[in-house]
C-alpha cells in the first residue's frame, strides 16, 4: 500500500463554487444526513470529475489547519467517483473508478513510491529534499541517486483519460457517431495538461510549460538528472501522451524528452476504504 486517507466519507455537490464563498477552490457538499458543508478542492479543473452532482470522498479538515480555506471549510475533497458503463454484444461492461484529484496526494504518492522502491528508474536513492529551488522553479523533489547523481523530480498530477486526445466539440461528434462504441473500457489515453483556454493558441499552464522547459536546461549540465513524473490515479488507462490540444506544451516535452529529461509515469488504484494501491511505473507514453 502506498498510501492511506483516513475518514473518507461519500459526499454529492450541490454547488461549485460555493454560494457562501465564491471560489472555485471551495464547494458546497451535502452528508449523508442532508446537511450542506463546505469542503475545499485543491485543484482548479479536475475534468468535469468535481462538479455539481458529482459524487466525490471527502474527509474532515483538522481544526488546526493552516490553510486559509480552513475558515469556511469542514472537509476537504481527494477523490472523484466516475461510472460508466457499454453494451457490447448484449454484454453491459462497466467501469468504477475512484480518481485522485489532489495534487498534493499526487507527491505524497511519488514520495512514498520513492522511499519504497517502486520506481524502478529512481530505486535505492541515497537522500531526498521536497520543495527545492533551482534556476527559475521550485521543484517537488531534489536528490541523490544511488549511483551517487544528483536528481530533479517534478511531479504533475494526470486526473484526465478519454478514448481520443480530441476536443469536446470533436468528442461529441465521435461519440454520435459511435467512434468509442467498441473500444476497450479499460484503454483510454491519459494525457496532460488539462484545462482551458481563454484564446486558441494559448498554453493551458504557464507553470507546467516553465517547468518541463527548464527540466531540458537542467539536462545540459549532464550531473544532474532531470525527471518528470506524471501521476495517473486511476486504472482504465493503457498509455500516456502530452495532449495534442496543447501544442506548444507538447513540442516543449518531445524537445526535453530529446535532451534527456526522463519520464516516469506511475499509475496508483484507490478503494473506497481510501488505500492508494501501486499499479505500475512503466505505462507506454505516446511521442
Known amino acids: 500500500m502506498l498510501y492511506k486517507l483516513n475518514?473518507?466519507?461519500?459526499?454529492?455537490?450541490?454547488?461549485?463554487?460555493?454560494?457562501?464563498?465564491?471560489?472555485?477552490?471551495?464547494?458546497?457538499?451535502?452528508?449523508?444526513?442532508?446537511t450542506i458543508v463546505q469542503a475545499h478542492c485543491a485543484s482548479l479543473g479536475c475534468c468535469?470529475?468535481?462538479?455539481?452532482?458529482c459524487y466525490v470522498y471527502a474527509s474532515p479538515m483538522k481544526s488546526n489547519c493552516a490553510q486559509s480555506k480552513s475558515k469556511v471549510c469542514s472537509y476537504k475533497i481527494y477523490l472523484a467517483r466516475f461510472y460508466e458503463e457499454k453494451v457490447i454484444s448484449d454484454l453491459v461492461i462497466t467501469n468504477n473508478q475512484l480518481i485522485g484529484i489532489d495534487p498534493k496526494l499526487a507527491e505524497t504518492l511519488v514520495e512514498n513510491a520513492l522511499t519504497q522502491n517502486y520506481l524502478k528508474t529512481l530505486t535505492h536513492i541515497r537522500t531526498y529534499k521536497r520543495e527545492v529551488c533551482l534556476l527559475?522553479?521550485?521543484?517537488?523533489?531534489?536528490g541523490i541517486d544511488e549511483?551517487?547523481?544528483y536528481f530533479v523530480l517534478e511531479v504533475k498530477n494526470v486526473p484526465l483519460a478519454d478514448y481520443a486526445d480530441v476536443s469536446s466539440t470533436e468528442r461529441k461528434k465521435m461519440i454520435k457517431?459511435?467512434?468509442?462504441?467498441?473500444?476497450?473500457?479499460?484503454?483510454?489515453?491519459s494525457y496532460f495538461p488539462d484545462g482551458y483556454r481563454k484564446k486558441k493558441g494559448e498554453v493551458v499552464s504557464e507553470r507546467a510549460l516553465k517547468h518541463i522547459n527548464e527540466l531540458a536546461e537542467i539536462s545540459h549540465s549532464k550531473i544532474i538528472?532531470?525527471?518528470?513524473?506524471?501521476?495517473?490515479?486511476?486504472?482504465?488507462?493503457?498509455s500516456f501522451q502530452a495532449s495534442l490540444l496543447d501544442p506548444i506544451y507538447k513540442a516543449a516535452f518531445n524537445d526535453a524528452i530529446s535532451q534527456g529529461v526522463e519520464v516516469i509515469?506511475?499509475?496508483?488504484?484507490?478503494?473506497?476504504q481510501g488505500e492508494a494501491s501501486f499499479v505500475t511505473c512503466e505505462l507506454p507514453v505516446n511521442y
Open 147 to 149: 549511483h551517487g547523481k
Open 177 to 189: 457517431n459511435g467512434d468509442f462504441a467498441n473500444l476497450d473500457i479499460n484503454k483510454k489515453i
Open 48 to 53: 468535469g470529475l468535481c462538479e455539481k452532482d
Open 225 to 238: 538528472r532531470p525527471i518528470i513524473c506524471f501521476v495517473i490515479q486511476r486504472t482504465d488507462v493503457s
Open 265 to 272: 509515469v506511475l499509475v496508483v488504484s484507490w478503494n473506497a
Open 7 to 34: 475518514d473518507l466519507i461519500l459526499v454529492k455537490i450541490k454547488s461549485r463554487p460555493s454560494k457562501v464563498c465564491k471560489t472555485p477552490y471551495v464547494a458546497d457538499i451535502e452528508l449523508e444526513d442532508g
Open 136 to 142: 527559475n522553479s521550485r521543484f517537488d523533489f531534489a
